[in-house]
């Protein structure tokens, strides 16, 4: 059973400040929100006027880069909450302190669990809820995160629109001015993504982390090239501060690693599921004709197990599945992207180069 959610803490005072960013309010100073009299909604709201939602949302053009939070702290963002046009065309990056690399850099689809989700392409566009401690993904695509971000300095939240169309964007960014406890770690987040794995090549998560921290999460996609065989053996091994060929943790498998058992089969169907702590949420089965790939969709959350770092910090998972027989294993060569999320000191090391928009694609 998930551990109960402490609420005693609720009721404790805070010398903060509540704040939130939204179109209605883009730079979340106190009294400024609902001022607008212009914007995409103003001819619906003609005759009401002047605060009844006359900007709930704002268009990026292709090629452009939307700064949608620039923060002076203390402070950190509590909640977050994104919908619009959504597909792998909009990049997330959010930067601490100053700094001129982001410690957050991803697709925002996959960042929220929906990598699958191509709305420009029309790419399975059926939904798949998450019910999750640190993600809800909601009707009709409402996609929210609950990760605690403090900051002392500055924060910069940015959006990308690598695309050829115009991209419409809502969002809500709730977070706090105040203290920041001197032990709280900076959050971070990095996708990859590896289309085909190579043979007998392990799929790096993550790899290049220095400082102090802790890792609490991992999200992947899993697309099926070729026959749609079992291919969820492959471990899961976190090398920790020197360790060298061998890592000091590894996991059994991966349907073991995101807490199901048995290639997730129940009266020999695959059975998504979505828990406190972890789940496989998405679960897509060929229709037939050109959709001829299963495609998959998982968390795991390190919330009551953070893997702890003193130095530095690898993250690798096998693509291993069995051959038609099952006589022996099959190294794979699939579709495999990611989205590790941890806490760590500052300064964060320069991120491998995001993939091309080509590189990117629902393909």
């Known amino acids: 059973m998930p551990r109960a959610v402490n609420?005693?803490?609720?009721?404790l005072l805070k010398r903060a400040q509540s704040r939130a960013l939204s179109p209605e309010n883009p730079t979340g100073a106190r009294g400024a929100g609902a001022m607008a009299e212009t914007g995409p909604c103003e001819t619906h709201a003609r005759d009401l006027?002047?605060?009844w939602k006359i900007s709930p949302c704002i268009y990026i053009e292709p090629g452009e880069t939307a700064a949608i939070g620039d923060i002076e702290g203390p402070g950190?963002?509590?909640t977050m909450w994104f919908t619009g046009r959504l597909s792998r065309d909009y990049i997330l990056r959010v930067y601490w302190d100053g700094q001129l690399q982001p410690s957050v850099e991803a697709p925002l689809t996959d960042f929220f669990g929906t990598g699958w989700y191509d709305c420009e392409n029309k790419i399975e566009m059926e939904f798949a809820q998450i019910n999750s401690a640190l993600i809800a993904h909601n009707p009709n695509h409402g996609l929210n995160g609950f990760f605690y971000m403090p900051f002392r300095k500055h924060c910069r939240i940015t959006m990308e629109n690598i695309g050829e169309r115009r991209a419409q964007l809502y969002y809500l960014i709730h977070y706090e001015l105040g203290p920041v406890d001197e032990d709280a770690a900076y959050f971070h987040a990095q996708f990859r993504r590896e289309n085909p794995v190579q043979t007998a090549r392990e799929y790096t998560l993550l790899d290049g982390v220095k400082g102090r921290g802790h890792y609490i999460g991992t999200m992947l996609n899993v697309g099926i090239n070729g026959p749609n065989l079992w291919w969820g053996?492959?471990?899961?091994k976190f090398f920790l501060d020197g360790d060298g060929e061998y890592p000091t943790l590894c996991a059994t498998g991966t349907e073991d690693y995101f807490g199901g058992a048995w290639g997730w089969s129940v009266d020999g169907r695959y059975t998504p599921f979505t828990t406190h702590y972890m789940g496989v949420h998405f679960i897509h089965e060929p229709r037939g004709a050109e959709d001829c790939q299963q495609r998959f969709s998982m968390y795991r959350?390190?919330?009551l197990d953070p893997v702890r770092f003193e130095k530095e910090l690898r993250v690798t998972?096998?693509?291993l599945g069995w051959r038609r027989n099952g006589r022996i294993y099959l190294s794979r060569n699939d579709d495999f992207s990611s989205v590790s999320y941890w806490?760590?000191?500052l300064p964060?090391?320069?991120?491998p180069p995001l993939p091309s928009r080509d590189r990117l694609e629902v393909i």
Request: hydrophobic share 35%; aromatic share 10%; net charge negative.
């Open 233 to 236: 053996e492959g471990e899961i």
């Open 7 to 11: 609420t005693e803490n609720l009721a």
């Open 343 to 345: 806490y760590q000191t």
């Open 348 to 351: 964060t090391a320069p991120f």
């Open 76 to 78: 950190a963002i509590q």
């Open 317 to 319: 998972i096998q693509d």
């Open 301 to 303: 959350w390190h919330v």
């Open 49 to 51: 006027g002047k605060g």
